[in-house]
């Protein structure tokens, strides 16, 4: 193959790859923009053609009924602390237990990782865990719906393979500086395990945030259900009483709550995840198992 025909295939191939991130982009952007434009568009609008990308006319309607509702901030705040707490408990969890996994001195270790391994393809079903829950007495409280998920075998896994590629090396020089197991873990297996552990909080955070099926079985009370149920509610209910009506107002109305509250809901997560995502990729690549 000639130099030319190598820069050739090179540019082909450059080019395709730009073109496809190019329409991958766009097929992502434009239905966001779809629901930003709708939750801030008045009725005329909303009930016209075809797509509305950009905002032609400007009606805050919708965001003033999510605004003025107090359930969805109360359903806001408990998801903002249903994800703190499962994030901080994930991330100890998780870096507690992946710790002495990576070590070659943990007798039996093979066998350990192996159990571990073991709970990704069985589980115990939706029942068993719902019996389980009622039974420890979790129900109608924030703890059943952290407790149960509480480690995940994937990022255990994950810390675990990052941790074992620390050099043995900094422990041995630590140790023969007087320093015993748990200050080698706080002051320097800790601050090391930086990035995969802001990994572990980005995939937790986005897990739980968006998480809506274990409140609806676990959680009875209206005011401590959390936010992607209510969002829920909200449009089978706007569904249901825009049924059978034939006032187009107060369709509009229900269409503009519906994504003035999607946008509402995701505002964090899309504040938050430009500066982690980064760190998506370093966790994809030391995903591998080893043994």
């Given at each position: 193959m000639t130099r030319t025909s190598f820069r050739l295939s090179d540019a082909i191939f450059m080019t395709i790859v730009y073109v496809s991130l190019i329409l991958l982009t766009i097929i992502t952007l434009l239905p966001f923009m779809q629901v930003v434009t709708l939750s801030m568009s008045p009725a005329q609008v909303i009930n016209s053609y075809g797509f509305h990308f950009i905002p032609t006319q400007f009606d805050f309607s919708g965001y003033k009924q999510v605004m003025n509702n107090s359930l969805i901030w109360t359903a806001y705040g408990n998801t903002i602390m249903?994800?703190?707490?499962?994030?901080?408990?994930?991330?100890s969890l998780t870096f507690l237990g992946a710790y002495p996994l990576s070590k070659k001195t943990l007798p039996h270790r093979t066998f350990w990782t192996g159990f571990v391994v073991l709970t990704m393809f069985f589980s115990g079903g939706l029942i068993p865990s719902y019996i389980l829950v009622k039974n420890l007495g979790l129900m109608n409280s924030m703890w059943?719906?952290?407790?149960p998920g509480a480690v995940s075998t994937f990022l255990l896994l994950i810390v675990r393979n990052f941790v074992h590629e620390i050099p043995e090396a900094l422990e041995e020089s630590a140790k023969?500086?007087?320093a015993n197991d748990v200050t080698i873990l706080i002051k320097i297996i800790l601050p090391l395990s930086l990035p995969v552990l802001a990994t572990v909080s980005l995939y937790t955070a986005v897990y739980h945030w968006n998480a809506w099926f274990d409140?609806?079985?676990?959680i009875q009370t209206e005011k401590k259900q959390v936010l992607q149920l209510i969002l829920r509610k909200i449009i089978l209910d706007g569904e249901l009483s825009a049924a059978g009506t034939e006032s187009s107002q107060m369709v509009v109305n229900t269409q503009t709550m519906k994504m003035a509250t999607l946008v509402v809901s995701i505002l964090p997560i899309l504040c938050v995840y430009p500066f982690v995502q980064k760190y998506f990729v370093r966790g994809t690549l030391i995903g591998s198992i080893k043994g």
């Amino acid at each position: 193959m000639t130099r030319t025909s190598f820069r050739l295939s090179d540019a082909i191939f450059m080019t395709i790859v730009y073109v496809s991130l190019i329409l991958l982009t766009i097929i992502t952007l434009l239905p966001f923009m779809q629901v930003v434009t709708l939750s801030m568009s008045p009725a005329q609008v909303i009930n016209s053609y075809g797509f509305h990308f950009i905002p032609t006319q400007f009606d805050f309607s919708g965001y003033k009924q999510v605004m003025n509702n107090s359930l969805i901030w109360t359903a806001y705040g408990n998801t903002i602390m249903r994800t703190i707490l499962a994030t901080v408990l994930t991330v100890s969890l998780t870096f507690l237990g992946a710790y002495p996994l990576s070590k070659k001195t943990l007798p039996h270790r093979t066998f350990w990782t192996g159990f571990v391994v073991l709970t990704m393809f069985f589980s115990g079903g939706l029942i068993p865990s719902y019996i389980l829950v009622k039974n420890l007495g979790l129900m109608n409280s924030m703890w059943a719906l952290i407790l149960p998920g509480a480690v995940s075998t994937f990022l255990l896994l994950i810390v675990r393979n990052f941790v074992h590629e620390i050099p043995e090396a900094l422990e041995e020089s630590a140790k023969m500086d007087g320093a015993n197991d748990v200050t080698i873990l706080i002051k320097i297996i800790l601050p090391l395990s930086l990035p995969v552990l802001a990994t572990v909080s980005l995939y937790t955070a986005v897990y739980h945030w968006n998480a809506w099926f274990d409140s609806m079985l676990y959680i009875q009370t209206e005011k401590k259900q959390v936010l992607q149920l209510i969002l829920r509610k909200i449009i089978l209910d706007g569904e249901l009483s825009a049924a059978g009506t034939e006032s187009s107002q107060m369709v509009v109305n229900t269409q503009t709550m519906k994504m003035a509250t999607l946008v509402v809901s995701i505002l964090p997560i899309l504040c938050v995840y430009p500066f982690v995502q980064k760190y998506f990729v370093r966790g994809t690549l030391i995903g591998s198992i080893k043994g």
